[in-house]
């Protein structure tokens, strides 16, 4: 084999090892979070970062040929379908979950959480007195 | 030799890698959790079937990998899209047990 052979198969590698890596994390994501709107979080990086860093090192080892062309076509479906995917789950979750509230800060309404901002805009200092329990999220807004 | 044998290691450690999925879609408590877990076992099969074209140098097998991913799409899109339906019909139960008739309108709906 000549050099270029040599190089080749270490991309190749190189691209399906990292693949491989980041399966892993995200199967350790999915054990680590505790709820399904964090596990997302973990598996929306597996079908988009994964699958395509490993169609990458696909494509180093097939060539210029339409093989790389469908593999690359793979990769851009799972760009555009995972997102809606996910957001479809995610509605499945918040209509079907009736105590949401245990898991996370829930806002009926658009208004409410830009009233919300505003108030908290001027009495900064005084949330941090009181600790109240959305001060995390208001003190996140003001820092942009 | 050397590709083949690489193309089986990697087949190898996706295959084990499906079985923490499989155990996260059996315990998950949630509907959701199940669904998650598939996605992702259909993502490592997609890897999968592409090795596999490459390894037997059969180019057909990237469509059907190409497939895998529309189905894989579809189905978590429907059955989310189900399970919401069986959901609101079942509250609708619910707060209205006299008329029975409604269930067959508020299937337009989804």
């Known amino acids: 084999m000549g050099v270029f052979e040599w190089l080749r198969l270490i991309a190749g590698c190189l691209f399906l090892l990292i693949g491989l890596v980041i399966f892993f994390t995200e199967i350790f994501g999915v054990f680590h979070f505790r709820y399904v709107l964090n596990r997302m979080h973990a598996t929306a990086m597996g079908d988009t970062l994964g699958i395509s860093s490993c169609m990458i090192g696909l494509m180093i080892f097939s060539g210029w040929n339409y093989t790389t062309l469908k593999l690359l076509l793979i990769v851009v479906f799972l760009w555009l379908a995972s997102p809606v995917s996910s957001h479809v789950l995610a509605r499945l979750e918040v209509a079907t979950n009736e105590n949401l509230g245990a898991h996370c800060t829930v806002y009926p309404e658009l208004k409410t959480l830009e009233q919300e901002l505003a108030c908290a805009k001027p009495e900064e200092a005084d949330l941090q007195q009181n600790g109240q329990a959305d001060h995390a999220f208001s003190t996140g807004g003001e820092t942009k | ?103 067959g309108k508020s299937d337009g709906s989804f």
């Open chain 2, 1 to 103: 030799m050397l590709y083949h044998n690489l193309y089986i290691t990697i087949l190898v450690i996706l295959a084990v890698m499906l079985f923490p999925c499989l155990i996260r879609a059996v315990r998950g408590p949630r509907i959701a959790d199940r669904l998650v877990s598939v996605n992702m076992m259909g993502t490592m099969v997609m890897v999968m079937i592409a090795i596999l074209a490459l390894m037997l140098d059969e180019g057909y097998l990237v469509d059907i990998c190409l497939i895998y991913a529309m189905i894989s799409f579809l189905s978590v899109v429907v059955l989310s899209k189900v399970y919401i339906g069986i959901y609101e019909e079942k509250r609708h139960k619910a707060e209205h047990p006299e008329d029975e008739t409604e269930g």
